[in-house]
């Protein structure tokens, strides 16, 4: 195991790896920009770094720095957190390629292949796994999207090859919009991701967002922890996660378990990852891998009872997985409440401030990970999160129950906040229900468009 890790990433999840490298018996160093010299994560690590001034691009971005501060400071290992550097292959080969380093994420090769779209419907097809309709290779033109039209029937959904969570995506619903919508997905693949390629896939008008949480050892054991319902989005931003998905049975949730199994197998990837599926009228099809620790693997743990972040060090200091897949049992439902400083009311508008009041819930079946406290500034150069509310139950009906009693008493003042929000929602029979889908939320914002 390793002597000493540097987190490089803020915030809740910068604790979140922190607590779990404490309990392996690791040192802990975290980095800090100069609008976090007062972080939370930074009280919480044995050693802490400036990297740089608050501009991303400066300070957690900043290969060159973070490499230097895990040399300076003896750091074996480099954690990535989400976000930030997570999904970028270069770091993690350059991680990989400095003597003494270990980098604590999938191979730098398997994020690369899976981090191309059209690469990893490829692998995903070949292991046999159901694909949304649409091409493997990039589209050259509009008249290649027109004939794509034809052959799926619109809508078709335009998709930039580097692209994810919804960036860079263009709905098509007749051949007369292709012009545009290839050229603007175009642009935006070029100005998020530096790269113009895109693919087209088939649109499926009102899915479920089904996420199946995957651990790899380097000793060829492959896991699934079952899956998240992440279907309640506002334009790609996920509001609520929860685990297992009230729209599976357990046929389904063991087809898509295994798919996802059987896909990351084919790819040689290891340590911790996620694979995206959409789900409708009973069937899955594969959308996209991410190749990091994600924001909500915290309800996977929650019903599962295994440590992610855990396994993800040790799988890294090449530990074999000690369990087998007919260990892992889903128990109990969980729900995990993104508590962000933003106004619903204003369409989640980020809302920066200081938290003159913050008093979280607290005792059974609620687990915070949050790296604030009262008197503490939000700023707006970072995300807009607070923390994340995760509340356990014996089932889903159990879990709302407990979840209205946990945000009735999360007391924030000083900024907006997303609770009002999750107040309505436990109080909104689509979800309540869980027939929700990816267009709830976005449904007027389609009317209105
Ligand atoms: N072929 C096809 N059909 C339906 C889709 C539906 C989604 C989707 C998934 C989850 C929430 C959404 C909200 C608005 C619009 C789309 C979604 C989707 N994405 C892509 C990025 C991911 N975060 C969401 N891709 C889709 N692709
Ligand atoms: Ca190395």
Redesign the pocket.
């Known amino acids: 195991m390793f002597d000493k890790v540097l987190v490089a990433n803020r915030g809740e999840i910068a604790v979140r790896v922190m607590a779990a490298c404490e309990e392996l018996g690791c040192e802990t160093v975290a980095v800090y920009s100069d609008a976090d010299r007062n972080g939370g994560h930074v009280d919480y690590a044995d050693e802490a770094y400036n990297v740089g001034p608050p501009p991303a691009s400066e300070s957690y971005l900043d290969q060159e720095e973070l490499i230097d501060v895990a040399e300076r400071t003896g750091a074996d290992a480099i954690h990535p957190g989400y976000g930030f550097l997570a999904e970028n292959a270069d770091f993690a080969r350059r991680v990989e390629e400095t003597p003494d380093v270990t980098w604590i994420g999938p191979p730098s090769d398997a994020m690369e292949t899976l981090g191309e779209k059209t690469k990893a419907r490829t692998v995903m097809q070949d292991a046999g796994v159901p694909v949304?309709p649409?091409t493997t290779e990039p589209v050259d033109d509009a008249d290649e999207v027109r004939a794509l039209g034809e052959e799926f029937g619109y809508p078709i959904?335009i998709?930039a090859e580097g692209?994810?969570?919804?960036r860079g995506?263009k709905?098509v619903r007749s051949e007369a919009e292709v012009d545009d919508a290839l050229e603007s997905a175009r642009r935006e693949g070029e100005a998020y991701f530096g790269n113009d390629s895109v693919y087209v896939?088939?649109?499926?008008?009102a899915?479920k967002?089904i996420e199946v949480q995957v651990l790899a050892d380097r000793h060829g054991s492959v896991r699934h922890l079952g899956e998240r319902d992440?279907?309640l989005?506002r334009?790609?931003q996920k509001v609520i996660e929860e685990a297992p998905s009230p729209a599976l049975d357990a046929d389904l949730r063991d087809e898509i378990g295994e798919a996802a199994r059987q896909g990351v197998r084919e790819a040689g990837y290891t340590n911790a990852g996620t694979v995206?599926f959409?789900v409708e009228n009973g069937e899955f099809y594969f959308?996209?891998v991410n190749t990091r620790i994600q924001v909500e693997h915290t309800v996977s743990e929650e019903v599962t009872g295994i440590d992610i972040v855990r396994w993800q060090l040790r799988v890294a200091a090449g530990e074999a997985l000690s369990f087998a897949q007919d260990d892992v049992e889903i128990d109990g439902h969980a729900i995990e409440y993104r508590i962000n400083a933003e106004n619903p009311a204003a369409d989640f508008a980020p809302t920066p401030g200081q938290l003159t009041t913050y008093r979280p819930p607290t005792s059974i079946g609620i687990r915070l990970d949050h790296a604030v406290a009262q008197g503490d500034e939000i700023g707006g150069d970072y995300d807009s999160m607070i923390g994340k509310l995760i509340v356990r139950g014996d089932d889903r009906e159990h879990c709302l129950e407990r979840s209205k009693r946990a945000l009735e008493h999360f007391a924030v003042d000083g900024v907006h906040t997303t609770i009002p929000f999750h107040r309505l929602m436990l109080d909104d029979e689509t979800f309540v229900s869980g027939d929700h889908t990816?267009?709830y939320l976005?449904r007027e914002l389609e009317a209105d468009a």
Not at 163 to 166: F, I, L, R, T, V
Not at 201 to 205: A, Q, V
Request: charged share 30%; net charge negative.
């Open positions: 949304v649409g959904a998709k692209g994810g969570g919804g995506m709905i896939e088939k649109y499926l008008e899915p967002h992440c279907s989005q334009r790609h995206e959409l959308m996209e990816t267009k976005d």
